[in-house]
C-alpha cells in the first residue's frame, strides 16, 4: 500500500529521533554483513536484515564513502559504523523506524524524502525556525507531488506484487542490480544479501546457509534432505548435497532470496529458505523486430593467468505481440593457481564454463501466455580450491600457503546440466491458473588428486577414484491464484 504524506517542518523528525533515546534497553542484535558502495544501497541491506521502516532525503542515496558493518550489532550501532564521518545523522525511533538526517542544516530547503520498507513515498518541507523552535506546532502542508519509483515485481507468493508489499524477509534483484553489482555467480549473490552465506569449496560445490541453516540434513544413513529450495523459472534444481550448482547470472530477469521457513509456497525442501531465478523474456511489445546485447570482462588471477568471459543475448520477434524468441549464450574462463610439480602442469585448479538459453514465448490472447525454456550448460572444473593443512607442511606462517601437489594424476571434472521447462498461465479474471511442467538433469564425471584428501600421504595417491553421478528430476505443478488484493 502506499500513501502520500505532507510533514510541515523538521520539528516531526526531531521528535521521532528523540523518541527514539526513550525505547526499550532489550534492543534486539542482529548479524551484519553490508559491504555497498553507496549510502542507499548499505540502507537497503538494513532494512532488508531487520524490517525495519526507513526515513531518509533521496538525495542521500547515491552518497558514497560509507563504511562496511560486519558482524554482530544493534540498529544504533550498525548506523553510527556506517555513517562515521559521512557528515549525516541517523537512529532508530520507539515505533521501530530509522530516521537519516544531515547532521546540521544551516537554511530552509525543501527535500522528497524516501521511505522503504512499507512503500511509503512523502513529501517533506524543511525549515530551521521549525526545527529549533517548532513554533505554533508542525502545520500540515498540501501534498506535493510525490515522484513515483521504479516497483520490483515479485511472485514469492506466486501473485505479482510489489516487493515492498511483501511481509517476509524476501530480497530481490533485477537485471540492471544484478550488473551493476558485477553479480555473476552465487559467491557475488551471497556477499550483496544479507543473511546469506555460502562455504564455497570450488565451482558447483557449493554450501548454502540461509540465517543459520544450511542447505541439507542428514536423515538416515547417507541420505539427505534439501533445506534450502533453489529453482531456475520454477523447476527445482537443489541437490540434496553440499555441491549446489552455480548458473550463469547474465541476462536473469531478477533473483528472489526468500529468508526464513517457506514450506507453504516450496514444500518441506524449503524449511532454510528458497532461492528463485528468472531468465528474461522477448518483449513482444517493442517496436524491434531484433536487439540484444553483449557483455565481456577481463581479469588476472593472482599466481595465475588471465580470466575472461563474453555474453550474448538476442531477442527476435516472430510476430509482433504474439510471439518472440530470446537466445542466450555466454563463455568464461578463470585460470587457476595450483600446481602439479609431478605432472610438471601449472594453474590446475581452472574453471571453464560454455552454455546457453533459449526462451519462445507465445501471447495469443491478453488473457493467455505459452512459455517454452531450455537452459544448458558445461562445466571443466580443475582440482578442488582447498587442501589439508598437513600437507602445507613448513609454509605454515608464511605467505606461501599453497602447498604443490606430487600427483601423476591429472585432476578432471565435467559438470553437465540441462533444464527444460514449459509454462502455461490463463488470466481467468479473480483467478489465475498456472500449469509449469519441468525436467532437470546433471550429469557429474570426476577423477581428481585434490592434495585437499591426501590423510598424511601428501598428494601422492588419487585421494577420489573416478566417479560418475547422475540425477534427473522431472516435476509438474498446477495452481490456481486467487487476486484478492488488485493493484
Given at each position: 500500500m502506499r500513501r502520500s504524506l505532507a510533514i510541515g517542518g523538521l520539528a516531526a523528525v526531531a521528535a521521532i529521533v528523540a523518541a527514539g533515546a526513550q525505547a526499550s534497553e532489550a534492543t534486539p542484535q542482529y548479524d551484519f554483513n553490508i559491504d555497498e558502495e553507496t549510502l542507499g544501497e548499505a540502507l537497503t541491506s538494513l532494512n532488508e536484515l531487520t524490517g525495519a521502516q526507513l526515513l531518509y532525503p533521496n538525495d542521500l542515496a547515491k552518497t558514497k564513502g560509507v563504511h562496511p558493518v560486519i558482524g554482530r550489532h544493534t540498529v544504533d550501532e550498525a548506523l553510527s559504523i556506517l555513517l562515521e564521518g559521512t557528515g549525516f545523522s541517523g537512529g532508530l525511533t520507539k515505533s521501530g523506524v530509522i530516521v537519516i538526517t544531515a547532521a546540521s542544516v544551516s537554511e530552509p530547503q525543501e527535500q522528497e524524502i524516501g521511505v522503504t520498507g512499507r512503500g511509503i513515498k512523502a513529501s517533506f518541507l524543511a525549515g530551521v525556525s521549525t526545527l529549533l523552535f517548532g513554533a505554533g506546532g508542525a502545520v500540515a502542508q498540501e501534498p506535493a507531488e510525490t515522484s513515483v519509483r521504479d516497483e520490483l515485481v515479485v511472485t514469492a507468493r506466486f501473485r505479482k506484487e510489489s516487493v515492498q508489499d511483501i511481509g517476509g524477509s524476501v530480497t530481490a534483484l533485477n537485471e540492471e542490480q544484478i550488473a551493476r553489482s558485477g553479480i555473476s555467480d552465487f559467491e557475488d549473490l551471497a556477499r550483496r544479501v544479507a543473511g546469506v552465506e555460502l562455504l564455497d569449496r570450488g565451482p558447483n560445490t557449493n554450501e548454502i546457509n540461509i540465517r543459520g541453516v544450511t542447505n541439507s540434513i542428514q536423515v538416515?544413513?547417507?541420505?539427505?534432505?534439501?533445506?534450502?529450495?533453489?529453482?531456475?523459472?520454477?523447476?527445482?534444481?537443489?541437490?540434496?548435497?553440499?555441491?549446489?550448482?552455480?548458473?550463469?547470472?547474465?541476462?536473469?530477469?531478477?533473483?528472489?532470496?526468500?529468508?526464513?521457513?517457506?514450506?507453504?509456497?516450496?514444500?518441506?525442501?524449503?524449511?532454510?529458505?528458497?532461492?528463485?531465478?528468472?531468465?528474461?523474456?522477448?518483449?513482444?511489445?517493442?517496436?524491434?523486430?531484433?536487439?540484444?546485447?553483449?557483455?565481456?570482462?577481463?581479469?588476472?588471477?593472482?599466481?595465475?593467468?588471465?580470466?575472461?568471459?563474453?555474453?550474448?543475448?538476442?531477442?527476435?520477434?516472430?510476430?509482433?505481440?504474439?510471439?518472440?524468441?530470446?537466445?542466450?549464450?555466454?563463455?568464461?574462463?578463470?585460470?587457476?593457481?595450483?600446481?602439479?610439480?609431478?605432472?610438471?602442469?601449472?594453474?590446475?585448479?581452472?574453471?571453464?564454463?560454455?552454455?546457453?538459453?533459449?526462451?519462445?514465448?507465445?501471447?495469443?490472447?491478453?488473457?493467455?501466455?505459452?512459455?517454452?525454456?531450455?537452459?544448458?550448460?558445461?562445466?571443466?572444473?580443475?582440482?578442488?580450491?582447498?587442501?589439508?593443512?598437513?600437507?602445507?607442511?613448513?609454509?605454515?606462517?608464511?605467505?606461501?600457503?599453497?602447498?604443490p601437489s606430487l600427483s601423476l594424476i591429472d585432476g578432471l571434472n565435467e559438470d553437465d546440466f540441462e533444464i527444460y521447462s514449459g509454462k502455461i498461465s490463463y488470466d481467468a479474471g479473480p483467478v489465475t491458473i498456472e500449469s509449469i511442467t519441468g525436467y532437470y538433469g546433471r550429469k557429474r564425471e570426476a577423477e581428481t588428486f585434490s592434495s585437499a584428501y591426501t590423510y598424511g600421504f601428501e598428494g601422492f595417491f588419487n585421494a577420489f577414484p573416478p566417479f560418475d553421478t547422475a540425477s534427473n528430476l522431472l516435476s509438474s505443478d498446477l495452481t490456481a491464484i486467487a487476486q484478492t488484493r488488485g493493484k
Amino acid at each position: 500500500m502506499r500513501r502520500s504524506l505532507a510533514i510541515g517542518g523538521l520539528a516531526a523528525v526531531a521528535a521521532i529521533v528523540a523518541a527514539g533515546a526513550q525505547a526499550s534497553e532489550a534492543t534486539p542484535q542482529y548479524d551484519f554483513n553490508i559491504d555497498e558502495e553507496t549510502l542507499g544501497e548499505a540502507l537497503t541491506s538494513l532494512n532488508e536484515l531487520t524490517g525495519a521502516q526507513l526515513l531518509y532525503p533521496n538525495d542521500l542515496a547515491k552518497t558514497k564513502g560509507v563504511h562496511p558493518v560486519i558482524g554482530r550489532h544493534t540498529v544504533d550501532e550498525a548506523l553510527s559504523i556506517l555513517l562515521e564521518g559521512t557528515g549525516f545523522s541517523g537512529g532508530l525511533t520507539k515505533s521501530g523506524v530509522i530516521v537519516i538526517t544531515a547532521a546540521s542544516v544551516s537554511e530552509p530547503q525543501e527535500q522528497e524524502i524516501g521511505v522503504t520498507g512499507r512503500g511509503i513515498k512523502a513529501s517533506f518541507l524543511a525549515g530551521v525556525s521549525t526545527l529549533l523552535f517548532g513554533a505554533g506546532g508542525a502545520v500540515a502542508q498540501e501534498p506535493a507531488e510525490t515522484s513515483v519509483r521504479d516497483e520490483l515485481v515479485v511472485t514469492a507468493r506466486f501473485r505479482k506484487e510489489s516487493v515492498q508489499d511483501i511481509g517476509g524477509s524476501v530480497t530481490a534483484l533485477n537485471e540492471e542490480q544484478i550488473a551493476r553489482s558485477g553479480i555473476s555467480d552465487f559467491e557475488d549473490l551471497a556477499r550483496r544479501v544479507a543473511g546469506v552465506e555460502l562455504l564455497d569449496r570450488g565451482p558447483n560445490t557449493n554450501e548454502i546457509n540461509i540465517r543459520g541453516v544450511t542447505n541439507s540434513i542428514q536423515v538416515s544413513g547417507n541420505v539427505l534432505q534439501p533445506l534450502v529450495s533453489i529453482l531456475v523459472d520454477d523447476i527445482a534444481v537443489a541437490s540434496a548435497s553440499a555441491a549446489q550448482r552455480d548458473f550463469n547470472f547474465f541476462d536473469f530477469d531478477r533473483v528472489e532470496v526468500l529468508r526464513g521457513p517457506q514450506p507453504t509456497y516450496f514444500g518441506e525442501g524449503a524449511m532454510g529458505g528458497a532461492i528463485r531465478y528468472f531468465s528474461s523474456d522477448p518483449d513482444l511489445d517493442s517496436d524491434k523486430l531484433m536487439e540484444g546485447t553483449i557483455s565481456g570482462g577481463v581479469s588476472a588471477t593472482n599466481n595465475g593467468g588471465v580470466n575472461y568471459r563474453v555474453e550474448n543475448a538476442t531477442s527476435l520477434i516472430l510476430v509482433p505481440g504474439k510471439l518472440g524468441v530470446r537466445l542466450v549464450g555466454f563463455y568464461r574462463k578463470d585460470d587457476g593457481y595450483i600446481d602439479n610439480i609431478g605432472l610438471g602442469m601449472d594453474d590446475m585448479n581452472d574453471f571453464k564454463s560454455v552454455g546457453g538459453r533459449a526462451v519462445v514465448l507465445y501471447r495469443p490472447t491478453d488473457d493467455l501466455t505459452v512459455r517454452f525454456a531450455a537452459h544448458i550448460g558445461r562445466d571443466d572444473i580443475g582440482e578442488l580450491n582447498f587442501i589439508e593443512p598437513s600437507t602445507i607442511g613448513s609454509s605454515v606462517g608464511t605467505e606461501d600457503l599453497i602447498a604443490p601437489s606430487l600427483s601423476l594424476i591429472d585432476g578432471l571434472n565435467e559438470d553437465d546440466f540441462e533444464i527444460y521447462s514449459g509454462k502455461i498461465s490463463y488470466d481467468a479474471g479473480p483467478v489465475t491458473i498456472e500449469s509449469i511442467t519441468g525436467y532437470y538433469g546433471r550429469k557429474r564425471e570426476a577423477e581428481t588428486f585434490s592434495s585437499a584428501y591426501t590423510y598424511g600421504f601428501e598428494g601422492f595417491f588419487n585421494a577420489f577414484p573416478p566417479f560418475d553421478t547422475a540425477s534427473n528430476l522431472l516435476s509438474s505443478d498446477l495452481t490456481a491464484i486467487a487476486q484478492t488484493r488488485g493493484k
